[in-house]
């Protein structure tokens, strides 16, 4: 017998926790980022691989991606205030040990850790938002924020380590989240209140077949990467992964306690929601590898200077997040997240007018403003949308959030990485980003088509899911 939270009343010190929340999602958002530009040091310092320099990378997704459903339900059974709590303190600890490693193993260990431990702190930290702002004007304003703190992650992390590589050394890139974490756990302990908490049971079977199952997804996108598609290292976990959602999706719809009741994902505005961060995550992540890799390769930017590059985005974001946070209140939840859907689309279709001498300011600058509007736009929506009456599931609808941003990201990077490369054996680097970035665009049109259905009032709604009757206990 375990324990969940009963939701808690609103704080005095809400905005408080929200900084404090928002700070650690921050830390995790970078680290998403921030090794990609350290990596090359990385490798040179501790004598890594080709193949081991690819599992830094990996194992973080593999860790974050794969305890994401598990992490949400942790939340509800330890307590918000504390998986915060622990989820930050792990991270930190995970960081050090990278930052401290004297070999490839350590790091490796490291990065592992610190996807487990953000796997905890997400869901943990939405849960705490979906609690702490029920009224819709304050609700708007807080995810908001919290959209911002997302969406502008990824540039900041590009940022952040270029100068921390270039000035002082790989391994701040890691210590960096230190004094972050030891900030917002004081920012927990002054502001988020421990609550009473109700008995419920844990679906051990489900935690086991959701983990393994999303790793095993992540697993095979990233060996799509280095191996191609048709290699037994990227179908066969791609298959395994499918087979264990199946069988988790059958114990779901037969036990009394499930991990994720099916009510959450069945329920028609938040599997819009969540079909929505899929398809940004697929663009969104593309773009910013695609452009990543044409700034410093084929322009030569510094690691600063294209960090700076990507500054519009986190400027588009701001306004994408400020403009849908007033609107959130008004506006139907299909009228705010499809036009965000279409403005990323819009960016991505300018990649296929890049060349290897564009202008940055006319060319390159729109890609990053535009990407960075719509994707404030749909986070925002999506985000606030799947926590809105989820009450004690508010940690799992969130976590549901970020898997399907996670998964949606490792199987954009992968398939349009193929796509790219595959164009660019037989042309070049440049117009393998083209073709790309119009098939890219080109599916966020069809998921805007897609998600406006679903979240259609004449769509059919499940969110009424009821079990079988032989449910039993597992």
């Not at 403005?343 to 990407?371: E, K």
Request: positive net charge; contains cysteine.
């Amino acid at each position: 017998m375990a324990t969940t939270e009963v939701p808690a009343q609103v704080g005095t010190r809400r905005w408080w926790a929200l900084g404090a929340v928002a700070a650690g999602q921050l830390m995790v958002g970078i680290d998403l980022t921030i090794v990609n530009i350290a990596l090359p040091s990385m490798q040179q310092d501790l004598g890594l691989s080709d193949p081991s320099r690819q599992w830094v990378i990996t194992l973080f997704a593999l860790g974050y991606g794969g305890f994401l459903l598990l992490g949400g339900r942790m939340s509800d059974l330890i307590g918000r205030r504390r998986a915060l709590l622990v989820g930050l303190t792990g991270f930190a600890l995970s960081s050090a040990l990278g930052g401290a490693a004297a070999n490839g193993a350590m790091l490796l260990a490291g990065r592992g850790l610190q996807g487990v431990f953000g796997a905890l702190l997400t869901p943990a930290v939405l849960a705490t938002l979906a609690a702490a702002f029920p009224s819709p004007a304050e609700r708007g304003k807080a995810f908001g924020i919290y959209g911002a703190v997302m969406g502008s992650a990824s540039g900041l992390g590009v940022l952040a380590g270029g100068v921390l590589t270039e000035y002082l050394d790989w391994r701040w890139s890691m210590y960096v989240n230190l004094p972050i974490a030891a900030l917002a756990a004081a920012g927990v302990l002054y502001a988020v209140p421990a609550v009473q908490r109700a008995s419920v049971r844990v679906d051990v079977l489900g935690a086991l077949l959701a983990t393994v199952g999303l790793m095993a997804l992540v697993l095979g996108f990233a060996r799509a990467e280095s191996d191609g598609w048709g290699a037994a290292a990227t179908y066969a976990p791609l298959a395994a992964g499918v087979a264990l959602l199946a069988a988790f999706l059958a114990v779901q719809a037969r036990v009394k306690s499930p991990l994720l009741p099916l009510r959450i994902v069945t329920n028609r505005k938040r599997g819009g929601s969540y079909l929505a961060v899929f398809s940004l995550a697929i663009g969104m992540f593309a773009a910013l590898f695609f452009l990543t890799f044409y700034l410093q390769t084929v322009r030569h930017y510094s690691p600063i200077r294209a960090g700076l590059g990507f500054l519009p985005l986190t400027v588009g974001l701001m306004v994408g997040v400020r403009a849908v946070s007033r609107l959130l209140a008004q506006a139907s939840v299909r009228t705010l997240i499809c036009p965000g859907l279409l403005t990323i689309a819009a960016g991505l279709a300018l990649l296929g007018l890049l060349r290897s001498d564009s202008n940055y300011w006319l060319q390159i600058m729109p890609v990053f403003l535009l990407v960075g509007l719509g994707t404030g736009w749909v986070l925002v929506a999506a985000n606030s949308t799947a926590t809105l009456g989820a009450g004690s599931d508010s940690a799992v609808a969130g976590a549901m959030v970020m898997t399907s941003q996670q998964v949606g990201a490792s199987l954009g990077t992968a398939l349009l990485s193929t796509v790219a490369g595959t164009v660019a054996a037989h042309s070049d680097v440049v117009h393998g980003f083209n073709v790309a970035g119009v098939g890219a665009a080109g599916f966020l049109c069809v998921a805007a088509v897609a998600v406006y259905w679903v979240l259609s009032e004449r769509s059919p709604d499940h969110s009424r899911w009821k079990l079988p009757s032989r449910s039993t206990r597992l």
